[in-house]
């Protein structure tokens, strides 16, 4: 599978923009980050944004590049009552969507009264279209938090 690669800088500028989207649109009281990939985005808009409070949901699904289980598991569920509070999920990337299906459950069960979905960037094929992503692409995203191969000459 083809990779892109995104800086710092990149990923910056894209938080951002899915804060400004977010201060136009929808303010949350609660910012759910799903591990790993979501939680530096997660921490950054929630300092974009006046310090908007984290919660942390971590959901295991990837066992490498494009390599799946066969369903996504909770192995850090969400702490403490999310009633009336409206909230945004953020991760890195919504792929097959499944993780996003789980994390959007999790959250309603939680007590949330409004639930949306902001994402770095989403794969055309997804079953969960984030309410607010900056990018789509076919390709698997390496992420500047991520490890980069590297190559050694004989
Ligand atoms: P999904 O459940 O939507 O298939 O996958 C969601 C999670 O898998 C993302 O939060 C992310 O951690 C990981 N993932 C899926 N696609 C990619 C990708 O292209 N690059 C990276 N780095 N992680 C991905």
Redesign the pocket.
């Known amino acids: 599978m083809d990779k892109v690669y995104l800086t710092w800088w990149q990923v910056d500028r894209a938080i951002f923009a899915l804060a400004e989207e977010l201060r136009k649109n929808f303010m949350p009281d609660v910012i759910v980050g799903?591990a790993?990939?979501?939680l530096i985005p997660a921490v950054r808009l929630s300092h974009i944004l006046g310090d908007a409070e984290v919660k942390v949901i971590d959901v295991k699904?990837?066992k490498g590049i494009d390599e799946r289980m066969e369903k996504?598991v909770v192995t850090i569920p969400l702490h403490g009552s999310l009633e009336g509070k409206r909230v945004v999920i953020v991760?890195?990337?919504?792929?097959?969507?499944?993780?996003?299906e789980v994390v959007i459950e999790e959250v309603k069960k939680a007590g949330a009264s409004e639930v949306k979905v902001a994402c770095l960037s989403m794969k055309p094929w997804?079953k969960v279209v984030p309410d607010f992503y900056v990018f789509r692409t076919d390709k698997?995203?390496?992420?500047p938090w991520?490890e980069f191969p590297v190559v050694v000459r004989e």
């Open positions: 799903v790993r990939g979501g699904f990837y996504p991760d890195d990337v919504s792929d097959t969507g499944k993780t996003l997804t698997w995203i390496v992420f991520e």
